[in-house]
């Protein structure tokens, strides 16, 4: 379960930039913009809620490798099909690293943290 907070919490970041990107583009549009823009705000105020509450039960340095990491990702990914935002292969060779990076602390924490 506190796992499934901490990928929640990415969820809701990466809904949060999202929110913002569409805010961005509507900016000749008030209306548009500021609805886009208070989504985003209440996405945010979620976000930072499961941030904190995933960090009551898994270690800091867990948490932020896992949310920061798997948040570059999902904008990565949002940006290239809901932005059409290129996509190279030195994005995707770049987003295998931070996935293994996030692997190999993840794994080193467990071991620290199940001793």
Partial sequence: MQYLILISAVVFNVLTNVGFKYSALNEKTPAKFWA???????????NSYLFTESLKSIPLGIV???????????????????????????????????I????????????????
């Fill in 36 to 46: 886009y823009f208070s989504i985003a705000l209440v996405f945010g105020l979620i």
């Fill in 64 to 98: 932020s490798a896992v949310f920061f990491s798997l948040t570059i990702i999902g904008l990565t990914l949002a940006g290239h099909f809901m932005f059409n935002e290129e996509f190279t292969s030195t994005t995707f060779i770049g987003g295998a690293f931070i």
């Fill in 100 to 115: 293994v990076g996030v692997i190999i602390i993840f794994w080193k924490q467990m071991n620290v943290y199940s001793s």
